[in-house]
């Protein structure tokens, strides 16, 4: 078996330069293998295990994921607008366009994930057949393909809502009649997910680690099941699935709601369970919360203990397979792509790696939700300027390790969290590593961008600049380093889909909803995300420096902190798009301004002006995506979601 799934790669990117973060992931199938022979042998049945697998929705790209731009956490300039998920954010999507469609999208890096579902639906239904195989074997593909095909369907359901489960495939001779198949209630929609999860579960085939990391890294095993249970329960649980009044009018060809219209607070009770027995499950496997010793094990570099934190907290996310990484996702396309657009230029170049170098680009409104050093909002904070915060101010020693020393910056940058620093790079900022004079015998260096009229970070060609002046450093590589001033060395590593810092707020927010207030259980795990970050825990932060100190004591005030703590935690990695709708918060929240710097000042001294670069619309029914109408054309038993 050694190198078995390595020769079945069509393509690596990049490998010659970076490596592979994830080798069975890295696989694309060919499309040529008949059923005839897809289950010949072992060598072609674990070909189509992989190409089952590779259906996947690619994390890593902005045209493949709607999470990434279409909630406005991350922007990008104005000369890249037509990028997918921000139009669908910007009020352009349609049943005839489909921005980004997974139910019937025939596009090259799109795939439908119906089609998905009918591979593993084959697999399940021929990998007995395989003589080669051994037992263990067969039950383990049939455990991992069970998963895989509820992912499927979980992605359909939180991105369009109520969907037809495909249990099994349609016979060749069905009649089209027949195969015109219609949308199911969401409970049951989500019942059937769960159903299959149970099922590879308790089939006890499914390994806790991988333990041959050469040529199975990326498969799913028993901790996989159970985040995404737990997931999956979350989701049913929050109130876009549960009781949605707004909903109360969608109803199917049976003149029944598609939705549940009575709230069933049993469900938060069972979310709870499931992620706590995620949380145990994760524990035996050693996936944990991912801590400095952890960085300075893979890094010789000396850092302060300021600047070792803030390399930590990068580094949670983008060291490859980590302990704190439950799944990550390397289908292609991989992460060179966002880490381009999400550096920045740390001097004068007279060419660029790619047109997208520094695009990605932070708005205010994610700038502001971190909390300030004191573990507290911004506007809550008792000894926060909040009402200056546009103003400027010039670094001093007792921030020279976060903001370059005589420097001139916003007061937004002085006195945060330490995972701003860790995910946010900004004008006049400390960037600690990426530069190519970061040797390994060196101390990691602290370069900044400079980001007003003429300098190195701003324009540099049209439409090739950031168009806010922060840029999303956490999703950088610590050894993706500039070669010089003109290209740039790429690490991939895997797109932290699912990560134990997520898993312990869902467990969080489960506990607390399951409850009538908030106790101690609730407070000590979101803590150990706190504590982790360098900060004080809930109770005593809000009571010490906050003007609300009695929010952490009441359910609301609670779900308020826990949702605030994963827009933090989580920044930058998809999350919030998800979280927003499913917590129906988006039409309150996603109807703003999108603002930063006037980056395109012609004086320094103009550069600190909030600049308004798009107005985002959200109305009830951006909540889900809109079927294809070509697909509501071939089968009229389909029901469009409201309001498209």
């Not at 390994?207 to 997931?231: D, Q, S, W, Y």
């Not at 919360?289 to 203990?305: G, I, M, R, W």
């Not at 000894?383 to 103003?391: E, L, M, Q, S």
Request: aromatic fraction near 14%; hydrophobic fraction near 35%.
């Amino acid at each position: 078996m050694k190198n078995f799934f390595m020769k079945l790669l069509v393509f690596v990117l990049l490998a010659s330069a970076t490596g592979s973060c994830g080798k069975f992931l890295d696989v694309v199938p060919d499309n040529v293998a008949t059923l005839d022979n897809a289950f010949s042998d072992r060598y072609n049945a674990t070909k189509f295990l992989a190409t089952c697998y590779w259906g996947i929705p690619k994390s890593a790209g902005w045209n493949e994921n709607p999470g990434m731009l279409g909630a406005f956490e991350i922007t990008l300039n104005k000369d890249r607008r037509s990028q997918g998920g921000m139009q669908a954010a910007l009020g352009e999507n349609s049943s005839t366009q489909n921005l980004i469609d997974y139910w019937g999208s025939k596009g090259e890096f799109i795939r439908s994930l119906y089609a998905g579902i009918r591979d593993c639906n084959t697999f399940l239904e021929r990998i007995d057949g395989v003589q080669d195989l051994n037992k263990y074997e067969k039950e383990r593909m049939k455990a991992e393909i069970k998963v895989v095909k509820a992912y499927y369907h979980f992605y359909l359901i939180k991105y369009y809502g109520p969907i037809c489960p495909l249990k099994t495939n349609t016979p060749v001779n069905e009649s089209t009649e027949g195969i015109r198949v219609y949308r199911e209630k969401i409970d049951d929609c989500f019942k059937y997910v769960l159903e299959l999860l149970d099922e590879a579960i308790k089939s006890n085939a499914l390994p806790k680690v991988i333990e041959n990391r050469a040529t199975e890294i990326g498969r799913f095993t028993l901790p996989v099941a159970h985040f995404l249970k737990a997931l999956v329960s979350v989701y049913w649980a929050s109130p876009l699935f549960n009781g949605n009044g707004d909903y109360s009018g969608f109803v199917n060809q049976n003149n029944e709601p598609f939705f549940n219209q009575t709230y069933d607070a049993s469900r938060w009770e069972a979310a709870a369970t499931a992620c706590k027995e995620a949380i145990d499950i994760c524990t035996e496997a050693g996936i944990r919360l991912y801590q400095k010793s952890d960085f300075l094990a893979v890094s010789s570099k000396t850092t302060s203990d300021t600047t070792l934190l803030i390399n930590t907290l990068r580094s949670a996310v983008t060291q490859k397979w980590n302990p704190e990484i439950i799944w990550g996702n390397s289908s292609y396309p991989a992460n060179w792509g966002y880490q381009i657009a999400a550096i920045t230029r740390f001097e004068q170049g007279t060419s660029t790696p790619s047109s997208n170098t520094g695009t990605l680009s932070i708005p205010l409104s994610t700038v502001e939700t971190f909390y300030s050093d004191k573990g507290v909002p911004i506007n809550e904070d008792k000894t926060y300027p909040y009402a200056t915060r546009y103003n400027t101010r010039i670094g001093d020693d007792a921030h020279n390790v976060l903001i370059a020393k005589g420097e001139t910056t916003a007061l937004l940058n002085f006195d945060r969290e330490l995972r701003y620093y860790a995910t946010l790079g900004f004008d006049r900022g400390r960037w600690y590593g990426n530069h190519y004079d970061n040797l390994p015998e060196n101390d990691i260096e602290a370069r900044y961008p400079r980001n007003r009229f003429g300098e190195y970070s701003s324009v540099f060609n049209p439409g090739e600049y950031n168009a806010t002046g922060y840029w999303p450093k956490k999703l950088v590589s610590m050894n993706t380093t500039w070669r010089d001033a003109n290209s740039v060395s790429e690490e991939t590593y895997p797109y932290p889909d699912m990560r134990f810092a997520d898993l312990l707020l869902l467990y969080a927010e489960a506990l607390n909803e399951s409850k009538t207030a908030p106790d101690a259980e609730v407070y000590q795990v979101v803590d150990q995300i706190r504590i982790r970050a360098g900060l004080q825990g809930v109770l005593e932060s809000w009571s010490n420096y906050s003007n609300q100190p009695q929010k952490p004591t009441t359910k609301a005030g609670m779900r308020e902190i826990i949702q605030q703590e994963r827009k933090i935690e989580l920044a930058c990695e998809s999350s919030y798009y998800w979280d927003s709708r499913r917590w129906k918060t988006a039409v309150r929240e996603q109807n703003r301004p999108i603002q930063g710097w006037n980056v395109y000042a012609s004086v320094a001294e103009e550069y600190y002006a909030v600049t308004t670069i798009y107005t985002q619309k959200f109305t009830v029914r951006d909540y889900f995506a809109p079927i294809p109408l070509d697909d509501i054309i071939r089968n009229p038993q389909l029901v469009q979601n409201p309001g498209w």
